[in-house]
């Protein structure tokens, strides 16, 4: 019987040590903060994503910290706390444009496990998000390319095509305009995108000179090849659109703002990322069930491009928990995360093989069949030019912008881009290089 009560004080005396061991190494409470976005459903799924984590870590508290929309606005506030060495956010989505820029702030991946899963991304992204001297800055969490989304039903109605250049484009989008409003609706217009003077124009802007064999702005190898003739035609070309087919308005329009309009069945096409899609098909909205979406247009001496886009995940070095953001980070980058995202919200995942999962294709099935424009898509100069990329892209912006507006030609604004891009990057100019 003492035997006994011996044997059982003894158990008890080492499951609490145990227990408090266990608490030790595991059971710290520990609070993260993630920046992230909040265009369209982006802000709900990475509640989401971070709920899922923490029933599986109740240690663990996640914060989703909105930031926004526009990704200019959005770095401006991550520089606060970057430079500020603020442990106050611990993981932050940033822009495939960023990590050139950006890079000293971040740990490096490869000192938290990242070699089992890196080769199951798109090595472009992996090798986007290296730094010179091998670092991985960043998790690859979504990738998006510009696309076309087009009213089935009106082109239907109308009899008209997708069109595949942009004269094909300004055609259709006049007469079904001028058509729908003698029916009554005078607030409808042929086509919306993003021409408000941020890194959205930036992105639109790219499509119009790379579709048209005008380059890159800054190529590979360094060389500013902006000022050029096709280049030049095709800035002209869409100036023309404003006040036409597009509302004067769009000069002031980001990715939301042209989503709205297209949303409330306003417009005949739209220029947008991915995650419009999912949104577009909600119930109730005039667009569900109406619209397809399509590669962009060409100009007449190019073929259609767009634009790499796609968010990313980086821990920052002032963080006090640096391995628990890793490793959270790499739950939000991982496959089930990135599966959920492409379901619900139409989100491109950046591991190859949810492009072969049957919900995810069944879900969004452009995803599928417009795989080669997400992976032909065109990179803006970020690598070529960090880390002044943000200082290129706004010079960039600022003289298309200053062409829509009617403020100055194409021909005498991208000229004195030309220069200005000399002062800035210290590149020589020269022709574009495009395949
Ligand atoms: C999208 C893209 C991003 C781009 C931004 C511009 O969010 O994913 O890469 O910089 O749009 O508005």
């Not at 444009?97 to 890079?103: M, N, R, T």
Request: charged content about 25%; proline content about 4%; hydrophobic content about 40%.
């Amino acid at each position: 019987m003492r035997k006994n009560l011996f044997l059982v004080l003894a158990l008890v005396f080492v499951i609490a040590f145990s227990g408090i061991a266990f608490a030790d190494s595991h059971g710290e409470e520990i609070s993260l903060t993630v920046a992230g976005g909040a265009v369209g459903q982006e802000k709900e799924l990475t509640i989401k994503a971070a709920e899922m984590y923490m029933e599986r870590n109740p240690n663990v508290t996640v914060e989703v910290l909105e930031t926004p929309d526009l990704a200019n606005d959005r770095l401006g506030l991550y520089l606060q706390f970057l430079e500020a060495e603020s442990p106050e956010v611990d993981v932050y989505q940033i822009d495939v444009i960023w990590p050139g820029d950006l890079a000293e702030h971040f740990v490096d991946f490869y000192d938290y496990g990242a070699e089992e899963v890196v080769d199951k991304h798109f090595q472009a992204i992996i090798d986007n998000n290296t730094t010179t001297d091998g670092r991985l800055v960043a998790m690859p969490w979504f990738t998006d390319a510009g696309l076309l989304y087009y009213r089935t039903d009106l082109l239907e109605k109308y009899d008209r095509e997708v069109p595949e250049t942009w004269d094909e484009l300004e055609e259709t989008a006049q007469y079904i305009m001028e058509e729908e409003r003698a029916a009554g609706n005078e607030d409808f217009y042929g086509y919306v995108w993003q021409g408000d003077a941020y890194e959205g124009l930036t992105c639109d802007a790219l499509e119009w000179t790379y579709s048209n064999g005008g380059g890159q702005i800054v190529s590979p190898d360094q060389k500013i090849t902006i000022n050029n003739d096709k280049a030049i035609e095709i800035i002209n070309q869409a100036a023309g659109w404003v006040g036409t087919i597009s509302p004067t308005g769009v000069t002031g329009m980001g990715e939301e703002d042209a989503r709205s309009m297209w949303e409330a069945g306003n417009a005949l096409f739209m220029r947008n990322w991915p995650y419009a899609y999912a949104l577009g098909n909600q119930e109730g909205k005039p667009t569900a069930g109406n619209f397809g979406v399509s590669p962009l247009p060409a100009g007449d001496s190019g073929k259609s491009a767009a634009t790499l886009g796609g968010w990313n995940l980086g821990v920052s070095k002032y963080s006090n928990h640096p391995e628990e953001a890793a490793k959270l980070a790499m739950f939000l980058a991982g496959e089930e995360v990135q599966k959920m995202r492409a379901v619900e919200g139409s989100f491109n995942p950046t591991i190859k093989s949810l492009y072969e999962d049957e919900d995810v294709l069944e879900a969004v099935p452009f995803f599928g069949s417009l795989y080669d424009v997400f992976t032909n898509a065109v990179a803006r100069p970020s690598t070529a030019t960090a880390p002044q990329y943000n200082q290129v892209s706004e010079l960039f912006f600022q003289a298309v912008h200053s062409v829509l507006t009617g403020e100055s030609d194409a021909q005498t604004a991208i000229e004195y881009l030309e220069l200005d891009l000399e002062d800035t990057t210290g590149f020589e100019t020269g022709e574009p290089v495009q395949p």
